[in-house]
């Protein structure tokens, strides 16, 4: 197998993994001789090396952006660099457990908001009411105005209101790691599309020197016939 010495680590690689410098964008290019100043355009390195410095732009880009890397950036950066599906990732996190208080909220609050809840209450009210005043004759252990029946139903307002509220803090939660997810997809996904931008261009100007190289090579034998031609 062919090899060649890297300008940049000076380390023996596959020819087929060799990249001209003229090939690629002066952004990339400029960020390789920030490093390695000695290196030109008529310089070669191999397309890992080529890698590692587009996902060292990508970090330095986000850094400008953000000022600092997030875990959640560094999270997408990881992804990028081991190739990995960042959704296999996020839905493998670990959930925190819930306290037995959060059980007893969430299922207090599914419970209180649906029609199970409201027609067994209403049913509850009319027979309390209508065993108090029919069966009872109003001389019952809760007589009108029903100052009973009003505590019990003061009482349970009084703690279904904050249990309701904790489940909605959880909820809110809940909605704020979806956005989380959300956004560490988009990012990647924007990343992405800047990295095939960047192997779209070197292709398209590996494939221009390619063409000019052929052609260089048609003109020098065309150059020969008319030479050989002109001699007979």
Same mark, same amino acid.
């Given at each position: 197998m062919k090899t060649f010495i890297s300008d940049l680590s000076k380390k023996e690689f596959p020819v087929s993994d060799r990249v001209s410098?003229?090939?690629?964008?002066?952004?990339l290019l400029n960020l390789i001789q920030t490093d390695n100043p000695a290196f030109t355009h008529d310089s070669h390195l191999a397309l890992s090396e080529l890698n590692h410095y587009?996902?060292?732009y990508i970090s330095e880009y986000l850094l400008k952006d953000t000022g600092e890397l997030s875990e959640d950036e560094k999270t997408v950066l990881t992804s990028l660099t081991s190739k990995t599906t960042l959704t296999d990732k996020i839905d493998g996190?670990?959930?925190?457990?819930?306290?037995?208080?959060?059980?007893?909220a969430d299922k207090v609050a599914t419970f209180?908001?649906?029609?199970?809840?409201?027609?067994?209450f209403g049913v509850f009210i009319?027979?309390?009411?209508?065993i108090n005043t029919y069966?009872?004759?109003?001389k019952g252990f809760d007589p009108y105005p029903f100052i /009973?029946?009003?505590? +019990? $139903?003061?009482c349970l307002a009084a703690l279904q209101a904050p249990v309701i509220m904790m489940s909605q803090n959880r909820q809110e939660e809940k909605d704020r790691e979806r956005a989380k997810k959300d956004y560490m997809i988009n990012l990647k996904s924007e /990343?992405?599309?800047? +990295? $095939?931008h960047e192997k779209i261009d070197h292709f398209v100007m590996n494939q221009q020197q390619e063409l000019l190289e052929i052609q260089n090579v048609q003109i020098e034998l065309m150059n020969d016939i008319l030479s050989r031609v002109t001699r007979k």
């Open positions: 410098a003229s090939t690629i964008r002066h952004t587009r996902e060292k996190e670990d959930q925190p457990d819930l306290t037995v208080g959060q059980k007893i209180g908001g649906s029609w199970t809840f409201i027609i067994a009319f027979f309390w009411i209508s069966w009872l004759f109003n /009973l029946l009003n505590l +019990i $139903l003061s /990343l992405e599309i800047r +990295i $095939l």
